[in-house]
Structure formats: structure tokens, C-alpha cells
């Protein structure tokens, strides 16, 4: 009994091997489409503000100087207080300069001495030449010692005026009303001319904040910079570094004369009161720029896209079938987003299900979602 078991088994094997063999393959399935829901992208009207990198800076700022060397001899204000136009801020030793000018006043004065003395010369020898009681050549010569001491008269005098201006640079003043910073001299410390920073004073109201603009919004931003009359709900505004939007409206105060060719941006400048004193120069902030409520804009679910390292995608479904697309995205309101480039009205993109898909994947596509108008400058 056992060897005819053994028999049948050895069979059994040989029919499951000539099968397997001679047989036909069975084909592999392919796997059921993922099923999704898509949206139609369609065009519609939303009120956002565009954000720009920002920084603070003053409308009018310069470096305070010496002009002459020497030692500072007085600081005549407290670091960080407002001066007016005038003022005096520092004082540089005088007396080597005091000494310079009054030489220079009696060197002045023996010229003016030596040239009456030359004049009445001059004079006299003219009416003797025109008596014929001298020879010409004496009279040419008085002549030529006059002209040779007005010359000397006019050094003197050049001298008297340097030397004055070397004096009165002893003195530094404000050039213009503004915050003055932290000096960077202390009593006694010795300045060369045009190379020591004394201080810096800077204007802060109204104070400005400069940022870029791609070269395309230039026209819009042109436009804005021509309206004349103040804006009641300002399109500019600024949001701190703490999160906090700033009271003031701005207005556009100036757009540069050039594009950057190696970024494709222009500088743009705001100009905001600052009564208050909160903004300070070289602050960082993100403008605040409302869009043209006319233009359309393509809105779409912000869960439809994917982020793969720094760059955003979204799928497009056509005849069942997915492709990657890369995006664009401007700001985003609530849970939709804009989308700047890289989607066309009546497309239908996936906005669920965006995980269990790849590039070229099939999808089983469910009822398309609508199209819904949002407007992200309203208070929450």
C-alpha cells in the first residue's frame, strides 16, 4: 500500500511539472484606480494683500565727520536725543587754528600796507613821467611793484579765508533736525579729517521702508505712486516682527530709476508717519500690499497641494490619468490658496486623495467641488 501511494505521489508531481511547463502564463492585474475627488479651476474675485521683505530706513541720514585734526575738546549732547538743524554737537581743540588765522590777519595786513605803499609810488612816478621829469622805465617799474601787490594783497586775503574756514570747522553742528546716535568719540580722543565717524544723525518722521518689486507689477505700482490724494482704506500697510500690524497707512514716496538685472526687481519706497517714534532705522518688516480687487485670480484648495522640498505641485487629472504639475503659489486665505502660475481655468487638479498617488498614476474621479469667492483682508 505504501508503494502505491508513493507511486501516485511521484505522479502527481510529474503532471504539476509537465503543467507548468507546456501551460500558458496567467497575466498580472493591474491595480484598481485610486479613487479622488477633483476641483475645477476656474478664475473669481479675491481680496488678499501680497507680502513683501521690508526694512526701515531713514529719508535723510548722514555721517558726522571731522573736518580738521585735533582732540575733542566737548560733546554738547546727551547719545540718542533729538537735535535741531544748528546745533552744536562736538568741538575740536582751536588754538593751533587760532593761531594760523590771526597770523594770517597781520600777513593780510602788511600786504595792504605794502600796496598803499606801491599805490602812492605809482601815482607819483605817473605824474612826474607826465611832466617828462623821469625816465619811463622807473614809472614801468612802479607799476609792475603795484600790480605785484594787489597780487599779494589777494594771496593774503585767500589765506585769511582758508585759515577762517579751518578755525570755524573747529566747531561740528547739525546739519539737519534729527535722532542723533551713540557717539563714537569720548573728551580727548584725537580725529583726522574725513576719516573719523563721529556720529550718525538720521531724520525719523515720517520715516521710510524700502522694498522690491518684481519688474512686472511696476505698471501697478506706477499707477498707485501717480493718485495724489490719500487713499481712506490705505493699500500699504507694514507688519512688525512681532506680528503686530503698524497704526499708519503709507503712501508710495518714490520707485527707483533701474531694475536690478540680476534679480528682476526694482526698489520701492513707502513713506510712514512716525510721531511715536516705533519704527526704527534698519528694522525688518513684511509690507503689506492690498491686490487690485479688479484683477481676477485662480483660487484653489489649499489641500490639493504638495510640497516636495521647497517647490509645490498639484495633480491634473486628463482622461483618468494624473501628471505632476509645478505651481506657483501666491498668499494664502483660509483653506484656499492663490495660485501666481502654473494652472489654467478648466483644469481639474486632485484635492483629495493626493497622498495614494503618483506622476502617471490612474484615478477613478468623483463629483468636482465648486468654486467659492474669498476675501482675506477682512478681520477674523
Not at 190 to 211: C, E, H, M, Y
Not at 238 to 252: A, E, M, T
Not at 322 to 342: E, M
Request: proline letters at 4%.
Amino acid at each position: 500500500m505504501k508503494w502505491i501511494m508513493y507511486g501516485r505521489f511521484l505522479v502527481s508531481i510529474g503532471v504539476g511539472a509537465l503543467s507548468s511547463c507546456g501551460g500558458t502564463e496567467t497575466p498580472q492585474q493591474k491595480p484598481p484606480p485610486t479613487a479622488v475627488n477633483v476641483y475645477t479651476v476656474q478664475q473669481g474675485s479675491a481680496r488678499y494683500n501680497d507680502q513683501y521683505p521690508g526694512t526701515v530706513t531713514a529719508l535723510n541720514q548722514v555721517d558726522i565727520r571731522a573736518q580738521v585734526s585735533g582732540y575733542i575738546t566737548g560733546i554738547f549732547f546727551t547719545d540718542g536725543q533729538w537735535v535741531n538743524k544748528g546745533d552744536k554737537l562736538y568741538s575740536i581743540d582751536p588754538q593751533q587754528y587760532k593761531g594760523a588765522y590771526e597770523q594770517s590777519v597781520a600777513n593780510l595786513s602788511v600786504a595792504e600796507a605794502n600796496l598803499a605803499k606801491s599805490q602812492q609810488d605809482a601815482d607819483r612816478y605817473q605824474e612826474l613821467s607826465n611832466q617828462d621829469a623821469i625816465a619811463k622805465q622807473i614809472l614801468d617799474h612802479a607799476l609792475a611793484d603795484l600790480e605785484a601787490s594787489k597780487k599779494q594783497v589777494d594771496a593774503a586775503k585767500a589765506n585769511v579765508k582758508a585759515v577762517e574756514t579751518n578755525l570755524r570747522y573747529t566747531n561740528i553742528f547739525a546739519p539737519f533736525s534729527g535722532t542723533i546716535g551713540i557717539s563714537q568719540v569720548k573728551l580727548g580722543a584725537a580725529v583726522s579729517p574725513g576719516q573719523t565717524i563721529l556720529n550718525t544723525i538720521s531724520s525719523d518722521d515720517p520715516i521710510a521702508v524700502d522694498f522690491a518689486v518684481n519688474q512686472k507689477n511696476i505698471p501697478w505700482f506706477l499707477k498707485m505712486a501717480a493718485e495724489k490724494a490719500e487713499l481712506k482704506d490705505s493699500i500699504f500697510t507694514i507688519l512688525l516682527s512681532d506680528q503686530s500690524v503698524y497704526p499708519n497707512s503709507g503712501k508710495i514716496f518714490l520707485i527707483d530709476r533701474a531694475v536690478d538685472p540680476q534679480t528682476g526687481t526694482i526698489k520701492t519706497r513707502l513713506l510712514f508717519p512716525n510721531t511715536k517714534k516705533n519704527l526704527r532705522v534698519g528694522m525688518t518688516c513684511n509690507v503689506l500690499v492690498r491686490n487690485n480687487t479688479n484683477q481676477q485670480s485662480i483660487l484653489i484648495p489649499y489641500l490639493a497641494v504638495v510640497e516636495q522640498m521647497g517647490e509645490y505641485f498639484v495633480f491634473i487629472v486628463n482622461d483618468n490619468k494624473v501628471t505632476q504639475q509645478k505651481v506657483s503659489l501666491g498668499p494664502k486665505i483660509r483653506d484656499k490658496v492663490v495660485v501666481r502660475d502654473g494652472l489654467q481655468v478648466g483644469q481639474q487638479i486632485v484635492t483629495d486623495g493626493v497622498q495614494k498617488i503618483r506622476d502617471g498614476a490612474m484615478v477613478q474621479v468623483g463629483v468636482p467641488q465648486p468654486t467659492v469667492t474669498h476675501d482675506s483682508t477682512k478681520t477674523k
